[in-house]
């Protein structure tokens, strides 16, 4: 492929030289919004694993252990169409009727941790993640709720996204409480009601761009504190409940929010707030129900996206399935389509980029010594976990499915797993942190490292062609896999991950003057992107400087790997890279990243990173007046 694209092409745009013509010829599925890279990927296991579970449900294939025999009699009510159109409303009638039930903010209170625990929507949110002070321990996060719109910037007066969304998330909306047997004007009063809250809270909720920033996510308040923030509801008692002790902190990433909480939880806004778990239910629990349920609930997310259509039944049953399961789904994949051999491969190549990125940083010239010892000892203590974890979480085993015959319906399977789910993760607080567990299962395209935890994960899913192949070259697969693999190396030494230790840990390792040279340096990497023109819009680059930093050590690093090979084909390195991140979108999708994604746009990802390294346009003999030349003092350098 490298040799049939031409030079003068690459010198004038790299991405659309590599990728133009299958751009050009691609077709967007109407089930989707966007189509190649990534995405392809994907269609390819879903079709595999679709096939494999065909066999599974007409028992043709057996199940491998007692999870999976679980997962097949989920999937068979979950594809139980009939049974799902018969129930109607049905099974969503006890939790619309818990909610119509309450009569004060007292009424809530008094239940508040069981509600929680149900999986009811309440105005602030609870989890479990390890402290980010302690990263060896679990500690309780608070945060404000999820709002109707993608992000809170899209509440700024004359918002023109909004203008056209809200409408359609109104009339959305009502149609499912229609469907849940509300009359039509209950519906609208309903809707209207829950809007008047969510308008509420969106003033004091972090935007994306602030939520990206991690070095303002760690703020320890008592549980005091935290209860006093509202005098409506008991927060003490239930936090108390839920960890089974009391706990000395809470960390919450968005202080503002509560901090506003009482100005928020009024006598006045009580209808409001019932008004609005409402319409969060019936919108959250559509799927589960029948096909009128799931196609109209579907209908923001996909004008959101540009989706032009809704899955197919049997597609968003699979789906369904495999999200429940998703452990148990990614453990067959990996076992079955990756293997030991593969994972053995790949874990070498991950140890081989590590040693990369040591000797990058032992030649640094800009970092002290003091600063460089430790981060080679955050990459000696740095967690590698390739392919698929070995053994199942446990989880899974406590998933017990009630049959259809037993009566037992999707929605209240689903009910009872969330709920053990739920519990699971508060019994978690106070407990030692387990850094083997996985937070995607194998059969996901994609990877990712974990700040708190000083790990890199690459499911088995991303670990083939055009990102790694034994039948690509060496150069190929450094400027795929080995891009990405160093990308999530770099992600510890990002402007997030450089404030965590070794141990995952928010810890200031760093000298004054390091600290301060490397921000300017994150400075450049904002500038270099922000602003730049995409999809009738402008990239963020403070949204978007994390990745882009991981973006730009991960290919250089991999550029390094790539040229110590014996057949190092620096060409066929950057042509791979490009190839990537092919991709085609509806503009809808585009425009809707742009506003709440850290990653940058595909097409810039490929083309302004290559234009920071002297080998890309050495290799391509690019010079002063071509569409891909950068000069070099506009040139980011970090890693």
């Not at 309440?122 to 479990?128: Q, V």
């Not at 809470?250 to 202080?255: D, L, W």
């Not at 923001?300 to 699979?318: H, M, W």
Request: proline share 4%; with cysteine.
């Amino acid at each position: 492929m490298a040799e049939h694209i031409d030079n003068a092409a690459i010198k004038t745009d790299l991405y659309e030289a590599v990728n133009g013509d299958w751009i050009a010829q691609a077709t967007i599925p109407s089930d989707h919004s966007s189509t190649g890279g990534f995405m392809d990927l994907a269609d390819n296991i879903e079709e595999t694993l679709m096939s494999d579970f065909a066999d599974l449900l007409a028992g043709k294939m057996a199940p491998q252990n007692p999870e999976m025999a679980e997962f097949k009699n989920f999937y068979t009510l979950v594809s139980n169409f009939d049974k799902r159109e018969k129930d109607g409303a049905s099974p969503l009638q006890p939790i619309l009727q818990r909610i119509e039930g309450l009569k004060s903010y007292a009424d809530l209170s008094d239940q508040l941790a069981d509600w929680i625990l149900s999986g009811l929507p309440t105005p602030f949110s609870l989890d479990i993640d390890s402290d980010m002070k302690n990263s060896k321990i679990y500690a309780l996060f608070a945060s404000g709720p999820r709002l109707f719109l993608p992000d809170k910037t899209y509440y700024s007066e004359g918002n023109q996204a909004a203008a056209q969304l809200m409408p359609i998330f109104t009339d959305m909306s009502e149609r499912l409480l229609q469907l849940a047997n509300y009359p039509a004007d209950s519906a609208k009063e309903i809707v209207d009601q829950a809007k008047q809250f969510d308008q509420l809270i969106a003033p004091h909720v972090k935007s994306a761009e602030e939520s990206a920033d991690y070095s303002k996510m760690y703020n320890p308040r008592s549980l005091q504190e935290i209860a006093d923030s509202t005098n409506q509801l008991d927060l003490k008692q239930a936090i108390i409940t839920l960890v089974g002790a009391t706990p000395e902190k809470i960390i919450t990433q968005e202080p503002a929010y509560f901090e506003a909480l009482n100005t928020i939880l009024t006598p006045d806004h009580f209808d409001l707030m019932k008004s609005w778990m409402i319409v969060k239910t019936v919108n959250a629990l559509s799927a589960y129900l029948t096909e009128d349920f799931r196609v109209t609930g579907g209908l923001f997310g996909r004008a959101l996206s540009g989706q032009k259509e809704p899955r197919s039944q049997k597609k968003a049953a699979y789906y369904l399935a495999i999200n429940t399961f998703d452990q148990v789904v990614g453990d067959y994949y990996g076992r079955q389509y990756f293997g030991e051999a593969a994972k053995n491969d790949v874990h070498d190549m991950v140890v081989k980029m590590v040693n990369v990125y040591k000797k990058r940083l032992a030649n640094n010239d800009w970092l002290s010594q003091a600063t460089r010892d430790k981060a080679v000892l955050k990459l000696d203590k740095l967690g590698i976990q390739v392919g698929y974890p070995d053994k199942i979480d446990p989880l899974f085993s406590k998933f017990k499915v009630t049959s259809a015959a037993q009566g037992g319906t999707l929605l209240s399977n689903v009910l009872a797993f969330d709920r053990i789910a739920t519990a699971d993760s508060f019994a978690k607080w106070n407990q030692p942190v387990d850094r083997t567990k996985w937070e995607m299962s194998a059969n996901t395209v994609n990877a990712y490292f974990h700040p708190f935890h000083n790990i890199i994960v690459f499911p088995a899913a991303i670990l083939q062609a055009p990102f790694y192949s034994l039948d690509q070259t060496s150069s190929q697969n450094f400027g795929g896999i080995g891009a990405v693999i160093a990308h999530e190396i770099s992600h510890a030494f990002d402007n997030n991950g450089s404030l965590f230790d070794e141990y995952g840990t928010l810890n200031n390792w760093w000298t004054a003057d390091d600290n301060k040279h490397f921000q300017a340096l994150a400075d450049d990497m904002v500038k270099e992107f922000d602003g730049l023109p995409f999809a009738g819009q402008k990239v963020n680059g403070k949204l978007t400087v994390s990745e882009n930093i991981a973006d730009a050590g991960g290919l250089s690093c991999a550029l390094e790997a790539a040229k110590g090979e014996p057949d190092v084909d620096l060409r066929a390195f950057f042509i791979n890279w490009a190839t990537i991140w092919r991709q085609k979108a509806t503009t809808e999708r585009e425009q809707l990243l742009l506003s709440i994604d850290v990653h940058a746009p595909a097409k810039l990802r490929a083309n302004v990173q290559v234009q920071n390294l002297e080998d890309f346009f050495q290799t391509f003999d690019i010079h002063d007046g071509d569409g891909m030349f950068k000069a070099e003092t506009d040139r980011v350098k970090i890693w």
